[in-house]
């Protein structure tokens, strides 16, 4: 169902580079209709940093409530924002922006929406846990930052870039007074970390392809584990086919898609629209998610 547009509608969007494949545009909207709310959220495709100060500089002069921010502008958006909010900053890099009387303010909601979701789908409580986070990029960072925040007890960065999961650590750890940050290359000798984890998070790429393989293999994970993938498909991932089948706790990155969303509109509304549905946006990234296998399937047959 497309929104209704008036005179007096007021915009958000998603701008990244693609954002063909984004579900945001289809879960926020379903989200605006149900709360009866004159928003209307539209795909914003940028194709580099020169157009994107140029969009940014646009949108403060438009009747835009604000907007997320995806791959490839998360680290340089923080950089045009007005403010940040601290999470932002601490995590370097922003995916939501509301606009106030045309100026920018960033936040960063993917860390938020990760533990968000968790507590409600698993409820996991990040205080005195400790934590595998497979990946030291943008979603790594945010989900560091707010398992600090949440006082983990250790965070064990795995990444394959050694000194990238390093620098993301000596960042991070000036504000990390009761967690402690540990940096290890994912490899064959990661086993030990991985099974000595409350909680295992992919936040790498690795899933996405139809040949891809779980970042670790189930024989690391067991029972008492709670295992979450940042990655999200119809059929599910790799990681949590393994998780699962070694009796751990598994779930796939929708439910933090949807909390990150839902917690930018309510910066967004302020106030004035109180809790987004997340049920009503699950439901419409589900059907979205749904749609677009079949029509794959169709494709290929
Ligand atoms: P990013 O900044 O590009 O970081 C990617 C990370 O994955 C890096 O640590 C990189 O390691 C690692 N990596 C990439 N390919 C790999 C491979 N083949 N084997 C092992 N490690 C690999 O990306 P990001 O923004 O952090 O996003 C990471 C994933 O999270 C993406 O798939 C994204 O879609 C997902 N995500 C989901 C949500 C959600 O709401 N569910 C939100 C944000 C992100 P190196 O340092 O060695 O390059």
Not at 26 to 38: I, K
Not at 187 to 212: F, W
Not at 219 to 239: C, F, K, N, S
Not at 243 to 262: H, I
């Amino acid at each position: 169902m497309s929104a209704r547009i008036t005179g007096r509608t007021r915009l958000a969007g998603i701008i990244g580079w693609p954002v063909e494949q984004s579900l945001s545009p289809v879960m926020h909207n379903a989200a605006y209709q149900a709360m009866d709310l004159d928003w209307a959220y539209v795909p914003l495709p940028v194709a580099d940093e020169t157009d994107l100060i140029r969009v940014v500089g646009a949108i403060r002069v438009l009747p835009f409530v604000g907007f997320n921010v995806t791959m490839p502008y998360k680290q340089v958006m923080l950089e045009l924002c007005d403010e940040a909010a601290m999470l932002a900053t601490m995590a370097g890099a922003v995916n939501t922006v509301h606009c106030v009387d045309g100026r920018l303010i960033g936040y960063n909601t993917d860390g938020r929406g990760l533990v968000d979701s968790l507590a409600a789908e698993v409820g996991y409580e990040p205080q005195g846990t400790t934590v595998v986070i497979v990946g030291a990029g943008g979603a790594a960072g945010s989900a560091l930052v707010s398992l600090v925040l949440g006082k983990a007890e250790r965070v064990v960065l795995l990444n394959r870039t050694r000194e990238n999961a390093e620098m993301l650590a000596e960042r991070i750890r000036p504000h990390a007074r009761e967690t402690v940050i540990d940096v290890a290359m994912l490899g064959e000798d990661s086993a030990g970390e991985v099974r000595e984890a409350d909680l295992v998070i992919n936040a790498t790429p690795l899933g996405m392809g139809p040949t891809d393989q779980s970042p670790v293999p189930a024989e690391w994970l067991g029972a008492g584990q709670i295992v979450a993938d940042m990655i999200y498909r119809a059929q599910p991932t790799p990681l949590v086919t393994a998780a699962r089948s070694a009796g751990a706790k598994a779930v796939d990155g929708l439910g933090m898609l949807v909390a990150q969303g839902a917690i930018a509109m309510e910066i967004w509304g302020d106030e004035e629209c109180g809790r987004a549905p997340r049920d009503i946006m699950r439901q419409a990234a589900e059907d979205a998610i749904s749609a677009r296998a079949d029509s794959e399937r169709g494709e290929g047959s």
